[in-house]
T-cell receptor, first 111, second 112 residues
Framework: EAGVAQSPRYKIIEKRQSVAFWCNPI?????LYWYQQILGQGPKLLIQ????????DSQLPKDRFSAERLKGVDSTLKIQPAKLEDSAVYLC?????????FGPGTRLTVL | GNSVTQMEGPVTLSEEAFLTINCTYT??????LFWYVQYPGEGLQLLLK?????DKGSNKGFEATYRKETTSFHLEKGSVQVSDSAVYFC???????????FGKGITLSVRP
C-alpha cells in the first residue's frame, strides 16, 4: 500500500513570496491533516479535512495560509505571502479510522 | 488545557541499556495515546498506541501502558540498539479522526 505522498520535499523562498505544497493521502482515507513542525517542537495542526469539507481550521493563520481539497483526495496548502517564522516542516497525514499516517514532509526555508 | 508533556532531552544511552521516556497528558474525556518515532531523514512513523485505560501498546520491543490514574503513557524498552536512535514524540487525540496533540519530542542517541 502506497503511503502519503508530498511534494516538493524542500523549498527555499524569500520572505513575501508565495509557496504551495501538495499532498496525496493514502487511497481511501477520508480524513486529511496538515501540520506545521517548527524545529525543536512537535507538529501542530493547521487544518483538518473530512472528504472535501473543513473540520478544523482554528489554528490556520487565514490572513496568509489557505488550503483546499476540492475533490476529497489530493490537497494543497498555500502560503501567501511568506514570513520568516513560516520556516518549518509541513506534514500531511491521513487516516481512515484511528491512527494517522504521515508523509515525509516539505521542509520550507524562508530567507 | 489539553496538552502533552514529555521529559526534557536529549537522552544518550549505551547499547543494551534500559530506556524510559516519560510522557504525561491532560485531557477532558478519554483520549487515545500514541508514540511516534522519527528516524534521521525520515517522516513520522506510528510506533505504538493505546486507546483506553490499562491498555498496553507494544512494537519492536517498545512498550507503553495507558495509566489513567497518573495520566501517563511512559515509553520503555528493555535493551536499546543503535538503530533506535531517533526522535520520539508522545501524542494524544480525543477521537478516532481527531487531531493529534504532540509533545515536544525527545532525541535518543544510542552509543555502540
Amino acid at each position: 500500500e502506497a503511503g502519503v505522498a508530498q511534494s516538493p520535499r524542500y523549498k527555499i523562498i524569500e520572505k513575501r513570496q508565495s509557496v504551495a505544497f501538495w499532498c496525496n493521502p493514502i487511497s481511501g482515507h477520508a480524513t486529511l491533516y496538515w501540520y506545521q513542525q517548527i524545529l525543536g517542537q512537535g507538529p501542530k495542526l493547521l487544518i483538518q479535512f473530512q472528504n472535501n469539507g473543513v473540520v478544523d481550521d482554528s489554528q490556520l493563520p487565514k490572513d496568509r495560509f489557505s488550503a483546499e481539497r476540492l475533490k476529497g483526495v489530493d490537497s494543497t496548502l498555500k502560503i501567501q505571502p511568506a514570513k520568516l517564522e513560516d520556516s518549518a516542516v509541513y506534514l500531511c497525514a491521513s487516516s481512515l479510522e484511528g491512527a494517522q499516517f504521515f508523509g515525509p514532509g516539505t521542509r520550507l526555508t524562508v530567507l | 488545557g489539553n496538552s502533552v508533556t514529555q521529559m526534557e532531552g536529549p537522552v544518550t544511552l549505551s547499547e543494551e541499556a534500559f530506556l524510559t521516556i516519560n510522557c504525561t497528558y491532560t485531557a477532558t474525556g478519554y483520549p487515545s495515546l500514541f508514540w511516534y518515532v522519527q528516524y534521521p531523514g525520515e517522516g513520522l512513523q506510528l510506533l505504538l498506541k493505546a486507546t483506553k485505560a490499562d491498555d498496553k501498546g507494544s512494537n519492536k520491543g517498545f512498550e507503553a501502558t495507558y495509566r489513567k490514574e497518573t495520566t501517563s503513557f511512559h515509553l520503555e524498552k528493555g535493551s536499546v540498539q543503535v538503530s533506535d536512535s531517533a526522535v520520539y514524540f508522545c501524542a494524544r487525540s480525543l477521537g478516532a479522526n481527531s487531531k493529534l496533540t504532540f509533545g515536544k519530542g525527545i532525541t535518543l542517541s544510542v552509543r555502540p
